[in-house]
């Protein structure tokens, strides 16, 4: 894996050293024959977006288009010349290299060119270049097989966390409906776009601002596979490993015990509770924190919400240290949020008891109220 890593860093290297150069002459990537002209990106001139600064980016990891110059312009006839064009001409045809989405009589979405994806929102230039050469960009960076299942995981992972919210956002869809309760107005899109001049600048040229939101976008790229490579899919081992011992941490087989924190659980949980089959939802998670104390927490009932499936019971919340030792005659305790979401125990066996007494007190109630 290290090895892929540092092919990886060395092709963002030479990526984000392109980006730099000239929008209007040639990369830095590597040579080529002085008789082959170097390739060249068509993408529109004036106020650029995250989407196709993203899809510049992308294309330049290929080896094709390494070294290609960037055109940026709305003349047909130079566009025309372009080996691929993104995000300007009204055209989508792939066997050309056209990947607008701005024509009246695109609809395409993910699902709707690769039906094994889930995905319905509208794709923008940055979405088609990632759906038609995203798991070529991602296998020669890593190093590893495109059909392979880490190239596929990886690959999911990144358009739903990454590359959809670009999509959604140039192409005007809302995450909601109703109104938002606070406005966002620091994902990336927003970012890119204040790279643009002001409305009220004496210099419009977008070209330089262009070049710093390709390197922008391209590193956020990078970092985020870095973090899914490296950090988040070694991390589905973990937890399912702890799926399949849960029956030796409680007899209920509701309480997960992973070996240390920091890892990004959740979203494993709620995909291999539904890839294992598992009879009964899980509860409570144990796990060590970096001191060397003990943390329980509440499983959410899912990935985009703070509602948990079982909160630590009501009577402990905002708790602290002896009082709350006290309160729940387990020794040992350190507090439990306010929300009842998490609460830690100096040691696993008080944690263990903490998430044991949580599990019965539901079932009290449940008896209660039947």
């Known amino acids: 894996m290290w090895g892929a890593l540092r092919a990886a860093r060395r092709m963002a290297a030479a990526a984000a050293a392109t980006a730099a150069g000239s929008g209007a002459g040639a990369g830095a990537g590597a040579k080529r024959p002085r008789c082959e002209p170097a390739p060249r990106i068509g993408t529109h001139d004036g106020t650029f977006h995250c989407d196709e600064a993203l899809a510049c980016y992308l294309l330049r990891l290929l080896p094709r288009y390494r070294d290609a110059e960037v055109v940026r312009t709305r003349d047909p006839q130079r566009l025309a010349q372009c080996d691929v064009v993104v995000d300007v001409g009204g055209e989508y045809d792939p066997e050309k290299h056209r990947y607008d989405h701005h024509q009246r009589s695109f609809t395409q979405s993910m699902r709707c060119l690769r039906p094994d994806k889930p995905w319905t929102t509208k794709l923008s230039s940055a979405g088609l270049i990632y759906c038609h050469f995203g798991s070529q960009i991602l296998a020669g960076l890593l190093g590893l097989p495109e059909d392979g299942p880490v190239i596929t995981a990886l690959y999911d992972k990144l358009y739903e966390n990454f590359v959809e919210e670009i999509d959604a956002i140039d192409n005007g869809i809302s995450q909601r409906d109703g109104e938002p309760r606070y ?188």
């Open 183 to 370: 406005a966002l107005t620091t994902n990336l899109s927003a970012r890119v776009g204040h790279l643009n001049p002001r409305w009220n600048d004496p210099d419009q040229d977008t070209e330089a601002g262009f070049k710093r939101a390709m390197e922008l976008v391209g590193g956020e790229f990078m970092e985020r596979l870095d973090y899914y490579h490296r950090a988040w899919l070694p991390a589905r081992a973990l937890v399912e490993e702890a799926i399949r011992r849960r029956f030796e941490v409680d007899a209920s087989g509701e309480v997960l015990e992973l070996p240390q924190g920091g890892c990004p659980w959740k979203e494993h949980v709620f995909s291999l509770e539904k890839e294992l089959a598992l009879p009964g939802a899980l509860q409570l998670v144990l796990y060590p924190d970096r001191s060397g104390q003990w943390r329980v927490q509440s499983i959410p009932v899912g990935p985009h919400t703070f509602e948990s499936r079982l909160p630590l019971p009501e009577q402990w919340r905002g708790v602290r240290d002896e009082a709350l030792s006290q309160l729940t005659g387990i020794p040992g305790c350190v507090f439990v949020h306010a929300s009842g979401f998490i609460g830690g125990n100096r040691t696993r066996e008080g944690a263990l008891e903490m998430a044991r007494r949580t599990l019965a007190q539901r079932q009290g109630g449940e008896a209660q109220s039947s």
